[in-house]
Structures are given as structure tokens and as C-alpha cells.
């Protein structure tokens, strides 16, 4: 074997070696990447959850409040004409 041969094989394998470290690097990357990706997604989705609870229980108040106030405008328009029944 010359020392062209040979040079030419240590250079063949040493790029080898290099494009198999960028390619795991890159691997490692869109890991992280996936990763950090589904740790944003879970956290948006527990906000959403949190959101959603937090209006719910708002317009269960809300309602609450609507109907006592239509309960005392009732309540107003009975004793107005005198038709609430107090005993």
C-alpha cells in the first residue's frame, strides 16, 4: 500500500467519522427540540384546562347573579302591584 493509498483511506475515514458526529449532534438537536416542543404543548394544554375551568365556574357565577337579580326585579314588580303573598 502506498502512502497515497493510505492517506486517502485515513482521510475517507476520518470524514466518515465526522459526518457521523454532525449526524448524531443533529439527532440530539431535533431531540431536544421534539422534547422542548411537547413540554410547550403540555403546558399550553394545561393552561387551556386552567382557562377553561376558571369560565366555567365565572359563568356559573354569572348566571347565579342574573338569576337573583330577575328573582328581586319579580319580587319588586309583585310588591309594586300587590300580589306578594307574605302571610
Keep these: 500500500m502506498s502512502s497515497s ?14 459526518a457521523e458526529n454532525w449526524t448524531e449532534s443533529a ?3 431535533a431531540n431536544a427540540a421534539h422534547d422542548k416542543a411537547c413540554d ?33 326585579a319579580i319580587d319588586g314588580m309583585k310588591n309594586t302591584l300587590g300580589m306578594n303573598d307574605k302571610k
Design 27 to 29: 439527532k440530539s438537536t
Design 40 to 72: 410547550m404543548a403540555g403546558d399550553s394544554q394545561g393552561q387551556a384546562q386552567r382557562s377553561k375551568e376558571e369560565n366555567a365556574g365565572l359563568l356559573q357565577q354569572t348566571g347565579e347573579q342574573m338569576v337573583n337579580m330577575a328573582q328581586g
Design 5 to 18: 493509498q493510505f492517506n486517502a483511506g485515513q482521510t475517507h475515514g476520518q470524514t466518515q467519522a465526522k
